[in-house]
């Protein structure tokens, strides 16, 4: 029996449907069940966080085969929110703990397993990369669009939407057929940004709607070709797994993406295209082309159920179970 602790955990949080998908994966796999507290008298526990490891590890005195499924760096993330050393340092120090007292790890990309296991303690240790996985399926009853370029998510300053609209401005002036369809919930900010920053003639092919269901988002990204997935090159986005990349290509999407997405740059370039977010005019230089087809196939090899579940297989036999 595997135990994955959902103390804590925030219902129906971008964590918490990332960790649903985890168990579900290891659950048609082996015997699960959730928990949502720090004792526990089974073998082995998931630990969503360091702090679950910690309390885990105490609490039971160190008997359980703990399993900490690291979603980022902890302290690199929180430095950029507060920008305080001391923070990051005394994070530091508690990510190492957890890495340190936890029997074996779940990576969310392989630059991330890299990342960590500089540090030679883990070297050891066994451990998984499960990249953030998506159950969306393409809509083949809706036609795409060669020409539609689209962009789904929120407006936070870090999914650099402001970037993507300069990036459009120039697409749309070097292709008289190109669209922009937009995908949000924060709808003031996006017409704000795009009135600010969008050119008239970007205006004039551009939609923004709001999506809810499973469905609406299967036939809006069903319906384009392209879509952005805009990151800085920095350790936060080095080490990422975006659910939106797995969405994107689930879809037959061709993701339009930079560097910074370190782990998946290779399958991006496969199914997509990599531009330079610094020097927006090399843009122009790019002839983008269409690849439903690629861009399914590295789903299926990378991203879907059925490539976790072979990993997990090989997982769960060097854990013995």
Known sequence: MILFNFYKVKKNSAVDLAYQRIFQVFSSRTNCRKIDNNLSNEKYIVCSDMYQVILTFFINFGRPHIIFWVQGSSPHESYLKHKSYIKYMII????????????SHIYVSPYMKTFYQKKPFLNKKKN?????????KINKSVKRDQNNYCYIGGMSKWQNFDIIIKMMNIIVENNNEAKFSVATNDLAVCHAQLKELATAKLLKVTSVVSLSSKQEIENFLSAASFGFLIRDDIVVNNVASPIKLAEYLSCGVNVISTKGITSYKNLIEQAGYIVNDKNLDSIREIKFEANEEKALQVFQEN???????????????????
Do not use: M, Q
């Not at 530091?92 to 029997?103: G, H, T």
């Not at 998984?128 to 969306?136: K, M």
């Open 92 to 103: 530091w120090i508690l990510e190492y703990v957890a890495l340190f007292l936890s029997n």
């Open 128 to 136: 998984i990369v499960i990249p953030c996985f998506s159950d969306l």
């Open 303 to 321: 991203f879907s159920s059925i490539s976790i579940s072979n990993s997990v297989n090989i997982f769960l036999k060097e854990l013995g179970l």
